[in-house]
């Protein structure tokens, strides 16, 4: 019956559509939905839901999820390339772009498409719109940037999957956490609707409510809002001073003639000084002690501001999102994962001369630090505990070699995946690099490209740096620092036991190890294996 009561608003919609009634075809394709829901919700013993989502191709399905034993029924039809799907729990149509599709309502606004905050790396709740790239009345299609959207990972380039003109901008750029689903542009199919949308904001429910400010305030307390009351400054002997003596019914203040003729020379009020002598009264040392503190102010009577010394000028940069969570991860890498660090010279003259030979016929320049990833690779085919991650109950051991290098951008450090290296030959290495490289200075990653690995490099040598300590990037084990070539005087042996003195190219690299995974022997054992391939170029030719 269901099938039927479907087919049959189907046959309607498309007579109305026929006769270009396209607006009253869609609310029939909306009513037979909303009875579809709920005979569907019927059978199944549960709530339907019915969400938007994009698929190949541009149409946005509407994905009426069931939570229902195996039901599943599948009614298409095509009113203005828009179709119904029923789909099983389990059936998921993954897709980080969040779009919504909106027909001419009575509010007299023409058929747009909204574009939400996607979700673009597993950890996401909130993202911050860096830039736009586009400006109201610009045309776009499909691959154009429409923002860049700084993550918790990364800065991304959101790009469009429809064809339209741009009719507003929710969003300004700089905005900072942004969550999830908040629509952030108006697209239209028409440049002549894009007037419609000049003083067009986004519906109250889209973005999330601002907390009230009375909640977060909390009630003042009373003595608020009397003046601010300067603390007695006392003096400071060894044992607790007493409080000023009360004076007499007379008015007199019990105090030896000592102490009367101090305060007489001094010009200290005796009833303001507090007595240490026997049954409160004041001595002569009273009187002193008091006169060399400092004097209370005056109650009630407003303090003068001190001045802060003068400060050199300065900039507050406001902290992006990728910088929060290197801050995050590298303060809890420190706390958490216990380090150990293992430094080793490598001659690289061997090395030098196979990536000039190799440079000469590769079409794809071979740098060093590819040489480095390729030697990395077959050290963790050799020492594989090293390619390993630490869990919280289990130690696990990776079956491929995918190694993250580390590269500098404009809003922080992003470490892009080199995937099964130890299969690749150096000129795919090269390539791989390269890409990965451009394209995450130009915030084009996707999520898979720099999220992993097992192990990272971070070469600083091109920088000039001889040698440095890095950090592990959980839950990693290692971490390869690489620093620059230097020219050097080297001891070496004859084949006849003499000892004779050269120069040579040494390279120092650091491996950063975390002790719960990898022990000092073992550590060891991968820098030679490192070391030999390094100096024996040769060898990762095989």
Same mark, same amino acid.
């Given at each position: ?102 027909? @001419? ?165 005796? @009833? ?25 102010? @005056?109650?009630?009577?407003? &303090? ?146 720099? &999220? ?14 001889? &040698? ?56 060891? &054992?991968?820098?030679? @294996? ?13």
């Amino acid at each position: 019956s269901t099938q039927s009561t479907w087919g049959s608003y189907c046959a309607q919609a498309r007579m109305l559509a026929a006769k270009r009634c396209v607006s009253r075809s869609l609310d029939l394709l909306v009513v037979a939905q909303r009875r579809l829901l709920v005979s569907l919700s019927a059978r199944a013993g549960s709530v339907a839901r019915a969400t938007p989502a994009r698929t190949v191709g541009g149409s946005e399905p509407w994905l009426l999820r069931v939570r229902g034993p195996e039901l599943a029924r599948t009614a298409t039809s095509r009113p203005h390339h828009h179709h119904l799907v029923v789909c099983r729990p389990q059936q998921q149509i993954a897709s980080p772009f969040l779009l919504g599709r909106h027909f @001419a309502s009575a509010g007299g606004l023409p058929e747009h498409i909204t574009m939400k905050m996607p979700n673009l790396s597993p950890t996401m709740t909130v993202g911050t719109v860096a830039a736009w790239n586009v400006k109201v009345g610009d045309k776009v299609k499909p691959g154009d940037s429409l923002c860049m959207i700084d993550t918790d990972k990364s800065s991304v380039a959101y790009e469009t999957t429809e064809e339209g003109f741009v009719a507003k901008i929710l969003v300004p750029s700089g905005t900072a956490d942004v969550p999830l689903g908040q629509p952030l542009c108006i697209l239209v199919e028409d440049a002549a609707d894009v007037a419609a949308f000049a003083n067009y904001a986004a519906p109250a429910s889209a973005a999330a409510a601002p907390k009230p400010a009375a909640a977060q305030t909390p009630a003042a307390p009373k003595q608020a809002a009397a003046p601010a009351v300067a603390p007695t400054p006392t003096p400071t002997p060894t044992s607790t001073p007493a409080a000023a003596p009360a004076p007499a019914a007379d008015g007199r203040v019990a105090a030896s003639r000592a102490a009367k003729a101090t305060a007489e020379k001094l010009g200290v009020p005796l @009833a303001s000084v507090p007595g240490t002598g026997p049954n409160g009264r004041i001595i002569a040392a009273d009187v002193n002690e008091f006169k060399a503190a400092p004097q209370p102010a @005056a109650i009630g009577k407003p &303090q003068t501001a001190v001045s802060a010394p003068a400060a050199g000028s300065y900039e507050d940069v406001p902290l992006t999102n990728i910088r929060k969570i290197i801050a995050r991860r590298l303060t809890e890498s420190m706390q958490q994962i216990p380090h150990f660090y293992l430094t080793s010279e490598c001659q690289i003259d061997a090395l030098l001369e196979i990536r000039a030979l190799l440079n000469k016929t590769s079409k794809t320049k071979i740098s060093v630090n590819d040489l480095v990833v390729k030697a990395s690779a077959g050290a963790l085919r050799a020492v594989p505990q090293v390619n390993s991650s630490w869990f919280d109950t289990f130690i696990r051991r990776h079956n491929t070699v995918d190694i993250c290098v580390a590269v500098s951008t404009d809003t922080g450090l992003i470490t892009p995946i080199v995937h099964d290296a130890d299969l690749l030959g150096l000129s795919q290495i090269a390539a791989t690099t390269k890409d990965l490289a451009d394209r995450a200075r130009a915030g084009k990653l996707a999520a898979e490209e720099y &999220q992993g690995g097992t192990f990272t490099i971070s070469n600083l040598g091109m920088f000039g740096i001889d &040698q440095f300590t890095a950090i592990i990037n959980p839950p990693q084990a290692a971490i390869l620092a690489v620093g620059a070539g230097r020219e050097k005087v080297v001891r070496k042996v004859s084949p006849d036991g003499t000892p004779q003195y050269d120069v040579a190219t040494v390279m120092r690299v650091t491996l950063s190890c975390d002790h719960r995974v990898v022990d000092g022997a073992v550590g060891a &054992q991968w820098l030679q @294996a490192f070391r030999d391939r390094v100096e024996n170029p040769i060898t990762m030719l095989l």
